[in-house]
Structures are given as structure tokens and as C-alpha cells.
């Protein structure tokens, strides 16, 4: 045996999810490489919901203790008092707050635990146009100089921190897309990362396995020529982002074919279809770490309410989509033992203003209430509730930049620590390092302790990829690997066998040992076996725990006395195996997709000689197979099909 550090500059290894006899190499992350308060951060997920247009806040939460001012600053579009729900009356009276009555939803969750609000949340010098300060709130940016051009997300960018080899199509570690946007054709601006490539996948029309149909009725085949113009720049891009989406199409339209949602019944409308494909896609057992969901309709400068009955109207109609589609969500996931994986919070791109105008709707203003839900959030209001003083107003009736109290990118770094587990160096690239945290956003219980952060995006090793080839000139066989993290790790084993049963070692291999960077292994097995061999990796870390990789098969063609050939490779109609063998024995050719399951099989009778085996493939799906022929419980070889 040989054994090397892999150079930087040798071939990059396939990005493919790897196969042996139809079954997927599966990522290296056993948990009892995690302290035992860890296991579960790598599960937990965040899904934000846009509420577009900017959310009337004082219609949605009113407060009591100012009830008569709120009165005569909006005589005709008040919650009357004998409508609004008290949230809790146990709050101190400047905390307390009458719910708009659409809300029954959110007090029952309140009730539950479940759900909190958030007060007066925005950032300086507040922009009231609707794109400017949408993409403020999705860059992390705000109105000064220094914050109000950045060119991308903070969720691209804590995504590409945390997950830095999540994002070149699906690979073993990360077979999911680690973020997903929901109910908006456009790409949204929070998911550009630091180079200004958007690293989410839109699933617009809700149903992946729609999407996956459209993506393969559109086809990605390249350009023969590109033009070197903006033109051209816009059609590669736009290739580039088709065949990322594609990529990722067939693995989101299987989990979303695995998962199912409970007989909880969600309302009828756009909001609630997008949480119930998110609660699929987790039930489907998605890793994806952040959702985008959007509801439009908050733009409410008229009829926001309806005359004389001021309970009902547009806005009462909004809150009760929000709500209920979040309880509904909630009990869900609740019903299919997810609930305790997921955050979900509200946002929007600002408030109204204090005073109404005159089309029973109000115009655009600065400070909202955020809302966040699930068992992970500390129910309670965070914040006093908002001065409404009409004399400190402005001219137009907003509220003066005094009455911030919460910057919204507090919010996020808090979650995205104390909930999703981020490191400092990950909030830092996220943007969000310099922010103060707020206090009792999560159940205490639930906050990710110190020596866990890092741990949903770095498990202790995690196995990217894991090649096996024979080395036709050298006569040996190379086996490469690479992993994406090392913590508190010792070695690697080769581990070698002729049945996939009984393994023998025949390397120790050390490792890097702590890494957050990407480590390159190869090592060369400089006398194979004869035949069919069978390798595997077993890691094991400073305390003697240990796991394996998948299994990997090799044939020594020179030792081997089959000669085997798939043409026409790709096929459409029909493809042909032929052998030339000295011995005579009978055999099963098997078809696997890229699921792993066996879609095709056919028994065969070998003879002493040359052999030709016909198998018809017209019935099935286009995409990647493995074909193997096997004789009784010996691999003879595997091989890799296209069908078109």
C-alpha cells in the first residue's frame, strides 16, 4: 500500500451522488460524534414568511393602555374595544395588547406556548418605498451610507458561510438545496451570497414534482455559442441558474414524493399551500436549512377595512390567512413529530402610519411587530408597547426614529445562534456580528449552547464523496476521498473484501483531525484481488467511536476473466450488455434508478464465450440508472446507464 495527501490541483472528484448496486453513498454523520446536547441542532430549520406590502402594525396589535389616542388618530378604521382580544392580561398594563380579532389563531397559539411577538421592529433612517426597503430587510442593510447598497442576502450569505460546499448541485453531504423560496416567481435578493449568486431554489408553482416535470420539459442543453454582451452574460446566467434548479429537481421531487403531510386541514389559500409543501419536504426528510414563504396583500391604502363593521375587511382577511396557515402548519408538523425542528417568524418591509387616511386605509410607514412560532420560541411580548403621542409625530403621522426598539438584525443573528446554532465567524460572514442579541427570543431550554455552535453545518466528519477506481496501466486501484469537517478525530481505516461481507484492514490512514476546511485523501491499493473487490472507509475519532462509508466496488480487470460493454450508452430504446467469459454460470441483470430502487431485472444464462443481452428501457423516465450482473452472491460488475 501507498498512501498520499491528495494534491489541490489533481482532478476534482464527481459531485454525483454515488451508487453500488443502486443504493446512495450516504453522508458521514453518525451522532455519537456529537456531545450528546448537540444531536438534534442539525435537524432544526427556520421558515420565515414575507408579509408583502407592509403590515398595518397598530391595527394588528393595538394598545391598550393608549386605546382612546388610537381612537381619534383612527375614527373610522379603529378595532373597536368591545372587538379586540386581549393577549394577556397578565402583562403590565404598557405591555398589554388588544389583538385584532382575526387573530384567534395566533391567541390560541399564544396560549399554547407556541407563539410571541416582537415590538417596534425596524432599522435607522427608515425607507418607505416598498422595493428599497425590501431589499434592506433581505441584504441586512438599513438607510445610512455604509448599509444601503449591499448587493447580497443575509441568507446567502450565512448559508454560503456555514455550508461552504453545499452549493455546486447535490452532493452526499448536501443532497438538499440549503434554501428554499416559496411563492414568488422572482429570486429573491436574500439568497444572493458574497458573490452575488443566487444559491436558493425557487420552487414558484409550489409542487416539486411540477417543477421537476417543467425543468425537464425545458430542457438544459448548453448554447453552442454564447455572445459576449450583456445578452449573452443574461442567457449563461440564466442557464446556470436552470441548471442548478434542475440539478436539485429530482432529489426535491423525491422527498417531496416520500413525505406526506397529516390529516391536519389547512385553509384554501396560497400561504397555507406553501407551508404544507414546506411540511412535506421535512416529512420527506429535506435538509434544507431556511424557507422564504411570501403572502402579498399588505399594501393597504384603501378599504382596508370595511365601513361601520371595522373587524372585517381586507386586512382582517390577511390576518386570518397568516394565522390560520401557521397554526395549521404548526399542527402539522406537530402531527408528524417535526414541530420541535421548527422556528417560523414573520416580517415585512414596514409598518403603516399612526394616522389613517381617507379612504378607510393607511399610507406607508417605519416600525412593525415581528411574529415568531413553534415550541422553540419563548412565548411573551418582547418590548412595551409603541408611543402614539400625536404630538410626537411627524407631519405625516409616522412614528419618530425614536421609537425603534428592536433592529431587525438582531432578530436574525439571535435566531440564527440561539436557535440554528451559528458560530460568531458564521454570524460575522452573515453580516450580522456586530448586532446585539435580544434576550428570551428562544425557550431557554432549547438555546444551542456554545460548545454546539457550528454543529448543524459541521458535523464532527462529514464525507462528501468516496471514489474506488482501477488503474488500468498502473495494475492498482486508487480510492479517494474527501471530507467537508473534522472535529476531535484520530484516523481513517482501508478497509478491503472479496464478498462485501468480511472486510480485512489493509491501511491506517491519519487524518487532519480538526478542520473546518475541505480535506483530500488518496490512497492506492498497489496489489488488488483478483475479480471484484469491495472497499470501505472506516473513520474513528479520539474516543474510539466509529463509523463506515458506504461500500465501493472495484473489478480487476486484468485478473478478471469478464470483458463488459453497455452500448448504445446513452440509450433511449433499448441498450445491450455484452460479456466474453470463460465460464459458463447463470446470472441476474438488474436496472436501479438514482433512488436506489431496482426499476428492472432480468435472469441470464452465460455461456464460454462471447454473450449479447437485450434489455428494453423505452418505459422508463429519463435520468441516471446502474445496471449490475450478478452471479449467485458475487457482483460481476456495475455499471452506469443514461437513459434519454
Known amino acids: 500500500m501507498k498512501r498520499r495527501k491528495f494534491l489541490n490541483n489533481i482532478t476534482k472528484l464527481s459531485a454525483a451522488p454515488l451508487l453500488l448496486n443502486g443504493m446512495s453513498l450516504r453522508t458521514f454523520a453518525s451522532p455519537s460524534f456529537l456531545p450528546s446536547n448537540c444531536q438534534e441542532i442539525s435537524d432544526r430549520v427556520m421558515v420565515i414568511i ?20 388610537y381612537a381619534n388618530l383612527r375614527p373610522d378604521i379603529r378595532i373597536h374595544a368591545d372587538n379586540y382580544i386581549n393577549l394577556d392580561s397578565t402583562l403590565p398594563i404598557e405591555d398589554q395588547v388588544g389583538l385584532n380579532p382575526a387573530m384567534t389563531s395566533f391567541k390560541a397559539m399564544y396560549d399554547a406556548g407556541q407563539a410571541s411577538l416582537i415590538q417596534s421592529v425596524g432599522y435607522p433612517e427608515f425607507n418607505r418605498s416598498h422595493f428599497k426597503s ?46 428554499i423560496q416559496l411563492g414568488d416567481s422572482k429570486p429573491s435578493l436574500g439568497f444572493y451570497d458574497h458573490g452575488n449568486e443566487y444559491i436558493g431554489i425557487n420552487l414558484s408553482n409550489q409542487n416539486p414534482g411540477s417543477l421537476f416535470g417543467l425543468l425537464n420539459g425545458i430542457g438544459t442543453a448548453a448554447h453552442g455559442s454564447i455572445p459576449v454582451s450583456n445578452y449573452g452574460d443574461n442567457i449563461d446566467y440564466i442557464m446556470g441558474v436552470e441548471n442548478t434548479t434542475n440539478a436539485y429537481g429530482g432529489k426535491i421531487s423525491d422527498v417531496y414524493n416520500i413525505g406526506a403531510n397529516s390529516a391536519t386541514v389547512y385553509p384554501d389559500s396560497n400561504l397555507a399551500n406553501q407551508l404544507r409543501t414546506v411540511a412535506c419536504l421535512l416529512n420527506g426528510g429535506s435538509k434544507t436549512k431556511l424557507f422564504l414563504v411570501h403572502k402579498s396583500g399588505f399594501d393597504t391604502h384603501a378599504d382596508q377595512v370595511q365601513g361601520g363593521s371595522t373587524n372585517l375587511g381586507s386586512h382582517a382577511d390577511l390576518l386570518t390567512d397568516i394565522f390560520d396557515s401557521v397554526k395549521a402548519f404548526t399542527e402539522d408538523l406537530t402531527n408528524l413529530g417535526l414541530e ?35 415550541s422553540g420560541v419563548a412565548p411573551g411580548v418582547r418590548g412595551t408597547n409603541i408611543n402614539i ?20 438584525r438582531s432578530i436574525w443573528k439571535t435566531l440564527l445562534q440561539d436557535w440554528l446554532g451559528a458560530g460568531d465567524d458564521i454570524l460575522n460572514g452573515a453580516r450580522f456580528g456586530d448586532f446585539n442579541k435580544i434576550v428570551g427570543l428562544v425557550t431557554p431550554g432549547l438555546i444551542v449552547p456554545p460548545e454546539c455552535y457550528n454543529v448543524a453545518s459541521a458535523l464532527p466528519v462529514e464525507f462528501s464523496e468516496f471514489t474506488a477506481e482501477y488503474l488500468v496501466n498502473e495494475k492498482q486501484v486508487a480510492l479517494l476521498w474527501k471530507t467537508e469537517i473534522e472535529t476531535n478525530h484520530s484516523h481513517f481505516i482501508v478497509q478491503r473484501s472479496t464478498d462485501s461481507q468480511t472486510f480485512e484492514d489493509i491501511e491506517l490512514v491519519d487524518s487532519v483531525g480538526e478542520s473546518n476546511t475541505t480535506q483530500k485523501y488518496e490512497t492506492i491499493d498497489d496489489q488488488p484481488l483478483p ?43 433499448d441498450v445491450n450488455l455484452v460479456l466474453t467469459t470463460e465460464e459458463i454460470y447463470d446470472g441476474v441483470i438488474r436496472i436501479f434508478d438514482f433512488r436506489g430502487k431496482k426499476v428492472k431485472e432480468r435472469s441470464v444464462h452465460v455461456e464460454t464465450g462471447f454473450n449479447k443481452f437485450n434489455l428494453t428501457i423505452e418505459d422508463l423516465p429519463n435520468g441516471n440508472y446502474t445496471v449490475t450482473l450478478v452471479k449467485g452472491r458475487r457482483n460481476i460488475a456495475t455499471m452506469k446507464l443514461i437513459v434519454i
Open 50 to 69: 414575507f408579509l408583502k406590502g407592509g403590515n398595518d402594525g397598530l391595527n394588528t396589535i393595538i394598545p391598550i393602555d393608549q386605546y382612546s389616542r
Open 134 to 179: 425590501t431589499d434592506l430587510w433581505l441584504t441586512g442593510g438599513d438607510g445610512t451610507s455604509a448599509n444601503f447598497n449591499i448587493n447580497s442576502g443575509w441568507m446567502g450569505r450565512y448559508l454560503s458561510t456555514a455550508f461552504p460546499g453545499a452549493f455546486n448541485g447535490p452532493t452526499p453531504a448536501y443532497p438538499d438545496p440549503m434554501g
Open 340 to 374: 420541535q425542528n421548527v422556528l417560523t417568524a414573520t416580517f415585512s418591509e414596514f409598518g403603516r402610519r399612526i394616522t389613517q387616511n381617507g379612504s378607510l386605509g393607511t399610507d406607508h410607514g417605519n416600525f412593525a411587530p415581528v411574529f415568531l412560532f413553534g
Open 389 to 408: 403621542d400625536p404630538t410626537i409625530l411627524d407631519i405625516a403621522g409616522n412614528l419618530p426614529a425614536s421609537a425603534l426598539q428592536h433592529d431587525y
Open 531 to 573: 475479480g471484484i473487490s469491495y472497499y470501505r472507509i472506516k473513520s474513528i475519532d479520539r474516543d474510539d467511536n466509529f463509523e463506515y462509508t458506504e461500500v465501493r466496488s472495484v473489478c480487476n480487470e486484468d485478473a478478471a476473466n469478464e470483458h463488459i460493454k453497455l452500448y448504445p450508452n446513452p440509450a433511449k430504446y
